[in-house]
């Protein structure tokens, strides 16, 4: 069956360094890969989409790398600020928009 | 705009009780997914709507059901609930060209 996996243990950064996220799949061949941000309480909120066929994509200080031999996906962000502490979801997506989420890893940026 | 609004905000039932959750998505949008997540859990896809028919769904039983309107408004139904449908449903909604979805916030449904 699908899997997808993402680190379960939170990820305790210093404020101005960068955090890097993993988001590994099986027994899938997504057409998309998404990339949610989640804070307590409320619904996913969209970050970025990177397309089978792209390598990297970046969006301010967010950068998302998609290598679909490895099936498996990154996800940067740079300069991390506290305003950053959340849960970061990927979602794997399938070509007809059927995204299949992970478990979610927690971040949390101290000052 | 106002985006995706969600209604109720909370539900408490009790086992084998019916429950409908409803949801109206972002203007211009006119595909509406919902989920479900468990504490601690990502978001469970159950099923999509497009064109007032189901297009897609997830590993969930016949008891989920949905419906879409021609406003592109929808609802879940869950019937017979177990304690095990106690969960954060989400509805989303994106334009069916594009992938990126916009939830809203969410029914909190607790079952007794």
């Known amino acids: 069956s699908q899997k997808i996996e993402q680190n379960s243990e939170a990820l305790n950064i210093q404020e101005g360094k960068t955090a890097t996220l993993t988001c590994n799949y099986t027994?899938?061949?997504?057409?998309?890969l998404q990339w949610y941000r989640q804070d307590p309480g409320r619904g996913p909120v969209f970050l970025l989409l990177?397309?089978?066929?792209?390598k990297e994509k970046r969006k301010e200080r967010l950068k998302v790398t998609f290598d679909t031999t490895l099936k498996q996906s990154l996800f940067h962000i740079t300069a991390s600020q506290p305003a950053d502490s959340a849960t970061y979801l990927c979602?794997?997506?399938?070509?007809?928009?059927?995204?299949?989420f992970g478990a979610g890893t927690q971040v949390v940026v101290t000052p | 705009d106002a985006g995706v609004t969600q209604s109720p905000t909370h539900l408490i039932k009790t086992r084998g009780q019916q429950v409908t959750l409803r949801c109206s998505p972002k203007?211009?949008?006119?595909?509406v997914s919902w989920y479900q997540q468990a504490l601690g859990q990502g978001p469970q896809f159950i099923f999509q709507?497009?064109?007032?028919?189901?297009?897609q769904r997830g590993n969930f039983p016949d008891r989920f059901s949905g419906h879409q309107f021609p406003n592109y408004s929808s609802e879940l139904n869950v019937n017979a609930l177990l304690l095990g449908d106690s969960a954060l449903y989400l509805c989303?909604?994106?334009?069916?060209?594009?992938?990126?979805?916009?939830f809203g916030p969410g029914t909190r449904l607790t079952v007794l």
């Open positions: 989303a909604s994106s334009r069916v060209i594009y992938n990126e979805q916009f």
């Open positions: 027994n899938y061949s997504p057409a998309y």
């Open positions: 990177i397309r089978e066929n792209e």
């Open positions: 979602a794997p997506t399938d070509s007809w928009g059927k995204l299949q």
């Open positions: 203007s211009g949008h006119d595909t």
């Open positions: 709507y497009y064109e007032e028919e189901e297009r």
